[in-house]
């Protein structure tokens, strides 16, 4: 009962302290005649206001601005949607009795969850604010359909372990590359902090959570610092000041991840088309089926090509039924033929993605892909003596399509990645196929399988394996023949692995494999 009394007091202390603790206000440090202007910052969930300082500071001490400062304390320091906008409006009453101006412009910005937090006020009060500021945090999917109304910088970093670099990557595309109309491109940069972790946005020692999940970076606090304050600075001066410089942008990071999620004809990049009439607002097929699936698994003679043309279904769809097709045929010894063919494909994500945290992984979980066999390709192609067992029946079909993905995700990975990858971070290596299960449902939902094995060495590895299905010509339902099924690995999701989740147990703050048995479905 002592120790019980010990640790509800100890509790006790520790809610009243983060209850009692003040707000921060910290005046202008320069006195060089800039403009003033008011910023105020939203703690993220369980980081002291005061690990913010450091970083602050450096913003004030660089900025041409005459920059006030001030970060409203939430109870147990959690920002709540419901005291954001009172306790904003106490710390700007604060700065105005200190001396600050009335009508100076008013940033807003925030970390991790206080970003997510303070995106929405903004939103409804974006008369009063000039800019906006996310670290490690990003403008959040449900305002794509239009044009945010305030300027926004987006500041990522490389080895965020909570917010993951591939969902700043994705960020990236809609306010860099594919911009809704409207939207000026320079108001809303999207930069990344190189070798940098989610902490280092703040100091000192890092809360629970970000502590299980971050993962170590390879700069000093100091350097972090350093380097995220003059991105602020930069972006400040440009909507303050009206000043126009550059801001360096992160392509060298970024565009990797985005042609692997365009490869992957990510959802979230642009939404299928599904059964609505093909147009620039949708995406009709997966690229990767029709660039390396089907082709690899038809595998045919040189003086056959296949042209594939992929559509996004649900798999499971019965009214219509969307099934693969060859739509002609060749002899055997024509030159130059090509074999037209239809795929059908469904991308499948990580459910809690929905929840857009970027805490989860943005790519595909798997792409369940319909192809035509190999057998049938074969006879398509004029070869009569095509035999299933000899073509389709060995179980590393879909498993040599899965490693082409690897392939392509190491061979398109930032160099420093890859190197990464291969001095800490557990190998993605590709096992035999699953099944056959040649039923429809039971292929639909046998998940791809990842799970954590010990190589010959007993070096801990991730095996990716595919359930499959695969019927023969002929087939006791005509319907259902020639066709050869794969849950295929998307090359975003081995890219996000290499540069992300595989560094998770060498080199995270925390061993995460009780969390990621139950994160990847294990």
Not at 29 to 34: Q, Y
């Amino acid at each position: 009962m002592k120790r019980v009394a010990i640790l509800l007091l100890a509790l006790f202390v520790t809610l009243a302290g983060s209850a009692l603790a003040h707000d921060i206000i910290l005046p202008p440090s320069n006195t060089n005649g800039g403009p003033e202007a008011a910023m105020i910052f939203i703690q993220g969930a369980q980081i002291p206001t005061d690990r913010y300082l450091p970083l602050l500071r450096e913003v004030q001490n660089k900025s041409s601005l005459s920059l006030w400062v001030g970060v409203p304390q939430y109870f147990l320091d959690i920002a709540e949607p419901f005291q954001l906008g009172s306790s904003i409006d106490f710390v700007l009453q604060e700065m105005h009795k200190q001396g600050l101006k009335q009508g100076s412009p008013l940033i807003l910005a925030g970390h991790s969850l206080g970003g997510a937090m303070v995106q929405d006020w903004v939103a409804a009060n974006s008369h009063r604010v000039s800019a906006q500021v996310l670290l490690g945090s990003f403008l959040t999917r449900k305002y794509r359909e239009h044009v945010y109304p305030v300027p926004t910088l987006t500041v990522g970093a490389e080895l965020d372990g909570l917010c993951r670099i591939t969902r700043i990557a994705e960020a990236y595309y809609h306010q860099q590359m594919d911009p809704y109309p409207g939207m000026a491109a320079e108001d809303f940069p999207v930069v990344v902090i190189e070798g940098a972790n989610h902490m280092q946005f703040a100091s000192g020692n890092p809360p629970p959570l970000v502590k299980a999940r971050d993962l170590d970076s390879e700069i000093s606090p100091n350097e972090a610092h350093d380097a995220i304050s003059k991105v602020i600075v930069a972006y400040l001066a440009n909507q303050i000041e009206k000043k126009a410089i550059i801001m360096s942008g992160p392509a060298e990071l970024l565009a990797p991840i985005v042609s692997s999620l365009q490869l992957e004809g990510n959802y979230n990049l642009k939404k299928p088309c599904y059964n609505d009439a093909p147009s620039s607002a949708c995406q009709v097929g997966c690229p990767w089926s029709e660039m390396t699936s089907q082709k690899n698994m038809s595998d045919l003679p040189k003086n056959v090509s296949v042209r594939v043309m992929d559509e996004f279904h649900p798999v499971s769809q019965t009214n219509p039924i969307h099934l693969p097709h060859i739509l002609n045929n060749c002899t055997k010894d024509q030159e130059n033929c090509v074999l037209e063919m239809t795929t059908v494909t469904e991308a499948v994500y990580e459910v809690l993605d929905r929840l857009d945290t970027g805490f989860f992984s943005v790519s595909a979980y798997e792409l369940r892909t319909k192809m035509n066999s190999r057998q049938a390709s074969y006879l398509a192609a004029g070869f009569k003596d095509a035999d299933f067992q000899k073509l389709d029946a060995n179980p590393t079909r879909c498993a040599d399509i899965n490693q082409l993905a690897i392939k392509w995700a190491l061979r398109n990975a930032p160099v420093k990645s890859v190197a990464r990858y291969y001095s800490i971070g557990r190998q993605l290596v590709v096992g035999d196929d699953l099944g056959p299960y040649n039923a429809g449902p039971f292929w639909i939902w046998n998940d791809m399988h990842y799970n954590n094995q010990k190589d010959a060495e007993g070096t801990l590895q991730r095996v990716v394996r595919s359930p499959t299905m695969r019927t023969p010509i002929p087939y006791f339902i005509k319907a259902a023949e020639g066709f050869h099924y794969c849950k295929v690995l998307s090359p975003a999701r081995a890219l996000e692995w290499i540069m992300v989740d595989s560094l998770r147990d060498e080199n995270g703050y925390a061993s995460l494999r009780s969390a990621a048995s139950s994160y990847y479905k294990l």
